[in-house]
């Protein structure tokens, strides 16, 4: 490719942006108009937004993003601060009686050297004892 051919390629591409920037804005028309009776149907009492999703092409989390009320009424999940401390607790569940995080609730070690099945009584199998 020389600078004549690249220059012909980069007029070309100007051409194409000027014919997409029309097509751009009746996009957003159109969406601002789906927008609209999305949330003009989202009023109605019995509307679901599974189905207001897909009649719309969008996603369920999208229709409520539009439409709060047609999302969950209750937390779906645990609050972060409930499930961190949840999470503490059950790896500081066994340390009380001298067991480590991962014995406490029954994972191996991600330093374990061998398997543990290999393992007995504390040295591995075939290794004389010391």
């Known amino acids: 490719m020389d600078s ?20 751009e804005r009746q996009l957003a028309k159109l969406q601002a108009e789906r927008d609209k009776r999305i ?3 989202g009023a109605y009492e019995k509307a679901k937004a599974d189905r207001l999703a897909t009649s719309a092409g969008l ?10 009320s047609l999302g969950p009424q209750e937390p779906v999940s645990m609050p972060a ?11 500081s ?18 330093v374990c050297p061998a398997p543990r099945s290999t393992v007995h009584r504390g040295r ?3 290794w004389p004892a010391h």
């Open 4 to 23: 004549k051919a690249y220059n012909a390629g980069l007029a070309e591409l100007r051409e194409i942006r000027n014919e997409i920037k029309p097509l």
């Open 39 to 41: 949330l003009e149907l």
């Open 59 to 68: 996603s369920v989390i999208d229709v409520v993003a539009l439409v709060p």
């Open 81 to 91: 601060e409930a499930a961190t401390t949840d999470s503490r607790q059950r790896r």
């Open 93 to 110: 569940r066994g340390a009380a009686d001298g067991r480590t995080a991962d014995q406490g609730t029954g994972r191996r070690s991600g």
């Open 124 to 126: 591995r199998r075939g």
